[in-house]
């Protein structure tokens, strides 16, 4: 049996990403067991004290691979840099804090917690303009009743560039060579632009897959294709790819 652990991203509650792991778990097969963070357990007011609850409620699993998706994209890659595992596939993953995380559009999204201190929460219009491109609409509005609030810290570590949040030379060198890694990335991603996902890519030695739409790739036109990349960089092959999400949207 083969252990898989996905972690999802910032305001994220399971719910939001429940056909993606069922779609994946039926793609996979009985071979592999998919697991999740209890949220509840976990202090989320900063990464490292984040990543630190996700590897203490699965040190019991040996070397699973880690998905992530968005900001549990780049934990998945703080985890691998922490030894938690040496497989890792990153899905519109925000970025490391090497590069400038504040652009016009995160301003406006992020600016009360940046500024103010005021948690922070994903809704239906943000999912629906910025996150969730090409996607159907019975999937936006299914996903938006799961977002909850993040604590502004939490936030602020990437607009401030933390030292935790960053990738040292150390870090890329331990990881370009230890770690066989996979990033998604949507050529129209609104949330973290398409070239430094290219980037970061690129200087951890990772392979990636470049699609045409945002930063959902999941549940868009490219869902059976995630699937088949990630089943095929775990080594799994002559799988039906059935489109699972398009059927519960429908």
């Known amino acids: 049996m083969t252990d898989v652990l996905f972690i999802n991203g ?39 004290t984040a990543v630190e609850g996700i590897a203490a409620q699965f040190r019991h699993l040996k070397n699973p691979i880690v998905i992530g998706f968005s900001l549990g994209g780049l934990w998945s890659i703080f985890l691998a840099r922490n030894g938690f595992s040496d497989r890792v596939i990153c899905i519109s993953p925000a970025v490391a804090s090497n590069w400038i995380q504040i652009d016009p559009l995160r301003l406006r999204i992020f600016g009360a917690s940046l500024v103010f201190g ?20 019975e999937i936006v509005r299914e996903t938006s009743k799961h977002f909850f609030p993040e604590s502004s810290s939490l936030i602020r570590e990437y607009g401030f560039m933390r030292a935790y949040t960053k990738l040292s030379g150390q870090d890329v060198q331990h ?21 430094k996902q290219t980037e970061m890519a ?9 699609l045409g739409c945002g930063h959902t790739p999941q549940f868009g036109p490219s869902c ?12 799994k092959s002559n799988v039906s790819y059935p489109d699972f999400t398009a059927k519960k949207a429908s």
Do not use: W
Not at 175 to 195: C, F, P, W
Not at 224 to 235: D, K, T, W
């Open 175 to 195: 990881i370009s060579a230890n770690v066989k890694g996979l990033m998604i990335t949507g050529a129209h991603d609104r949330m973290t632009q398409a070239k």
């Open 202 to 210: 690129t200087m951890l030695g990772f392979k990636q897959v470049l």
């Open 10 to 48: 910032l305001s994220c509650g399971d719910g939001t990403q429940d056909l993606f792991v069922q779609d994946l778990q039926a793609t996979l097969g009985d071979g592999f067991r998919i697991h999740r963070p209890d949220l509840s357990e976990i202090d989320r007011t900063s990464t490292k």
């Open 118 to 137: 005021k948690n922070f929460q994903f809704n239906y219009e943000i999912a629906r303009e910025h996150l969730m491109l090409n996607v159907p609409e």
């Open 224 to 235: 059976q294709r995630i699937q088949r990349e990630i089943a095929e960089f775990l080594g």
